[in-house]
Each structure stands twice: as C-alpha cells, then as structure tokens.
C-alpha cells in the first residue's frame, strides 16, 4: 500500500493502535497454567471489541485470531492445548482488519522467572528492529534494513532465520514490495519509496538460520534447544524516515 492522504494514514493509526493494544495486553494476560487458545480467545475478543478482524483467519484461513508461538516453535503457532510454562519463551503475532486497512505487530515474552539467556535474545531483536526502523527513509534500499539487523545480530553473536521476513502491508496483509529480507542482500536493488507501508520483523536466533514447517502445515520450529525471537511494527516509510503505526 502507498499512503496517498491524511485518511489513509488516519486509518492505518487507528488500526494500528487496535493491534498493538492487543498484543501489550495478551502478553500482560498471559501465565503459566494457562492454554495458548484460552490466551487467543482474549486476543479475539479485544479485536473484536474494537471492530477488527484477525488477518491470517481473514486472509489464509489460519486457525485462530493469533499466532501464538511457544519455545522452538518460533511462527505461526497454532492456538490450541499447549499449555504455557514458567520459563517459557512466547511469541505473540498480532495482526487485523479494520475498515479496510490492515496491520502487524508481534513481540516475544519471556514467562517469569526470566531464563537471562531468553532476555538477552529478545534485548537484541528489539534493537535489530528498532535499529533497522531508524535505516530507512524515502529512496533508501529495501536491502539497508536486512543489513542493519544482520550488523546487530553479528554483535550479539546471534544467527537469523532467513526464511522469515518482513513485507509490505497496509490494504492486505502481504503485498509491495513482498518480501523484506532479515538479512543482508547485496544483489537486492529495489527501493523504499514516500508512502510505502511495510513491516520490519527480524527473528534473531541463538543458532539457527531456517524455520522448519511441522506437520501441521502452519508451525514453523528451530531445533531442538534452539530458539528465536521477533518483535514487529508496521510502519509508513517517508522522506523524513518512519511513522510506526503500530
């Protein structure tokens, strides 16, 4: 999507606000004890407290309001018996309609008592994220933000899922200018215009490089004893830099 007036930036705020609210209060609702579908069916109803729909049910017939992905399993987790542990470290991937405009957000959160290896992955993913949101600007390369992230996994000594991406959203949940790689592409030309609404969601990992789908056709999961965090905003790209509308 290209943002071309005031209403659609308006719009995709208000969307915006709707999904990140959702995610800080699932994470917030979350313990130990409870299912990832009991925390999914009070991610629902704040979506549709507000008028809003999940994406991937709307879009790819996912089963559930959210992705809500545990331990190894990394994306696309799908709600259900899993029972949440202390200790656990939980990806929660909000995205929604709302009066024709779409947008994602997503974070991982550490169930207490906090393993300090899981904080200081997810320390790192945020700042990948944040860091490669200040890279980019109207005219910049696509390929600027893969190398940002890539810069600030390498310091923290941390791998990245390379099948994992950002992407272009805002009218539906993936579109221009497709695929956002979370790491350097040297060969990748193309370039962020004014307007253009994307998503940036780095998954760094403590040592693998590729997400695994299981048989469920939706779980994505690193191997065993391997884990991966993600935190996502979607953002408007202009002359001046970023408007996170997440």
């Known amino acids: 999507m290209t943002v071309e007036s005031e209403e659609d930036l308006e719009g995709l705020k208000k969307c915006g606000r709707v999904v990140s609210e959702t995610l800080a209060a699932m994470g917030a609702y979350m313990e130990p004890g409870m299912t990832t579908a009991e925390l999914d069916a009070y991610g629902r109803e704040l979506l549709e407290r507000e008028g809003a729909r999940s994406a991937p049910e709307l879009t790819y017939d996912f089963p559930g309001a959210t992705c809500i992905s545990v331990n190894e399993v990394c994306a696309h987790g799908i709600p259900g018996d899993q029972v949440i542990q202390a200790g656990d470290l939980v990806n929660i991937d909000v995205s929604a309609e709302q009066n024709g405009f779409v947008t994602d957000t997503g974070g991982s959160f550490v169930v207490p008592p906090v393993r300090a290896d899981h904080e200081a992955l997810c320390k790192a993913t945020r700042i990948a994220r944040d860091k490669a949101i200040r890279s980019v600007k109207a005219g910049s390369k696509l390929n600027v933000i893969g190398k940002t992230v890539e810069q600030v996994a390498r310091k923290g000594g941390y791998t990245i899922i390379e099948n994992l991406a950002s992407h ?77 509308v997440t």
């Open 168 to 244: 272009g959203v805002g009218r539906s949940l993936h579109e221009e200018p497709g695929t956002i790689p979370g790491y350097y592409d040297p060969s990748d030309k193309r370039r962020l215009w004014h307007g253009a609404v994307i998503t940036i969601e780095p998954f760094l990992s403590t040592g693998a490089t590729e997400a695994v789908e299981l048989e469920d056709g939706w779980s994505l999961t690193t191997p065993p004893g391997v884990f991966a965090a993600q935190y996502e905003h979607t953002l408007v790209v202009t002359k001046r830099g970023a408007i996170i």
